[in-house]
Each structure stands twice: as C-alpha cells, then as structure tokens.
C-alpha cells in the first residue's frame, strides 16, 4: 500500500469495501444472467447490471444519509457529503467490467455467454487477490493466511449462492 495519510487510507477502505460489495453482487447477478442465457439479450443485460449497480449505489447513499441523521440528528455537512460520494463510487466502478465485457459482445467480438463467464471469471480473480492481499497484510504465517483465506472464500461463495436463491 502507498505511503498515504490515515484520512486518504480510511477512504481508500471505504471506496474497497462499496467496490468489494458491488463485485460481490455483480458476480451473483452474472451468474443469474448466464443461467438464463437462452433468452438473454445484450440489452436486457445491460439494463440488468445498469439498473442492479445504480440501486445499489442509491441504497448505500441513502443508508449513510439516514444513519447520519439519526446519529447526528443534522444533515452531513458538504465536506462529509462529497466524501461519502467518493467512497460509495465503488459500487459504480465495480459494473465498469460488465459494462466494457457486454460492448465487446454487442460489436459481435465474443458472445453474451463468453463475455458473462470473462466477467464472472475476472471478478473471481479479482476477489481471490484481494482476499490473499488482505491476508498476507493481516497474518505473520503462511498457514494462517492459507485458513483465512479460504475462510474467506467460504463466506464469499455462501454470500453469491443466497444472492442467486433470491434471483
């Protein structure tokens, strides 16, 4: 990690943790979409991923907005505001992959269904560095961080399957 300010390394987790969120729940949303490939468009995934991530970030938004207020009992002030967007612009960056894989299928480059599992297969890699990245930070030991890592990747796979029970 760069040597930065304690201020600019909170937001920096902020922003990972909206990012972290959003891929999460993208990949489960992608998995959806190949299960139904059969009669998926580039339009109707598009608008999938589109509309999924822009809820998301409005619903993390309006989740700060709300417990600020009630544990504040005022406004965010425009500082903590213009920080908070930063921060929740991880749920947004987290669709660009999609976004850029679904145009590729959309130029008739690769199909929907090629362009679904690059995403899914991008995203899991993406999760996998990140979680070994948080444990070798985190652990002394190779074995520790061999257990928390698949730890983690139990709590990640549990998490994507309940998201597709619901779809």
Known sequence: MPDINNEKRELYAEFLSERIYGAITLMAVNISLLVNIATLTIGHAYAVIIF??????????????MSY???????????KLARSVVAHRGILDSALPSIIL????????????TALIVDIALAATTMA???IQASKSTYGNVKNAIISV??????????IGIKLAIH
Request: hydrophobic letters at 70%.
């Open 150 to 159: 698949a730890i983690q990747f139990i709590i990640g796979a549990a998490i």
């Open 52 to 65: 999924t991530t822009l809820g998301l970030w409005v619903a993390s938004l309006f989740a700060f907005f």
């Open 102 to 113: 679904l145009a590729v299928a959309a130029m008739g480059i690769i199909s929907i269904e």
């Open 129 to 131: 560095v990140m979680t």
């Open 69 to 79: 207020k009630i544990v504040h009992g005022q406004l965010i002030p425009r500082a």
